[in-house]
């Protein structure tokens, strides 16, 4: 399966909760707050597991950088859906492409940064971000 359409497919399909079922098209995708050509659609929010786990596509723009900074008290998983960029975790640089995973753990320092083609990544946290 091609990652265009993997991450189409996320991007488009449903969320299962225990109450009822939720359109990811629906769900809008959102400027980061702090990085510019960064944008965050949430999937599965803090609200929805009494913040014991929470999911969003990350996607960031060409050549964008989603800078130095770290979840305290959470373990985030990356997994990369689209394109490819260079993940910078607590020292060691880490070259990312599609069907590649990372576990950054709690209170670690990683920041990311798009190649040119941009990077989707499909970010996972315990407990919720």
Request: with cysteine; glycine share 8%.
């Amino acid at each position: 399966m091609k990652t265009e359409v993997l991450q189409s497919k996320f991007e488009n399909g449903n969320t299962y909760l225990l109450a009822h079922t939720v359109s990811n098209s629906d769900k809008n995708w959102n400027q980061h707050p702090q990085f510019p050509g960064v944008y965050l659609k949430n999937l599965i929010t803090g609200d929805q597991t009494n913040n014991r786990f929470s999911s969003l596509i990350v996607r960031i723009d060409p050549g964008c950088i989603l800078d130095t900074h770290i979840h305290e008290g959470r373990t985030e998983l990356h997994e990369v859906m689209e394109g490819s960029g260079t993940c910078f975790l607590n020292g060691n640089e880490i070259h990312y492409s599609p069907g590649d995973c990372a576990v950054i753990p709690d209170d670690t320092v990683h920041k990311v940064i798009a190649g040119s083609n941009g990077l989707i990544i499909h970010a996972k946290f315990v407990p919720a971000l």
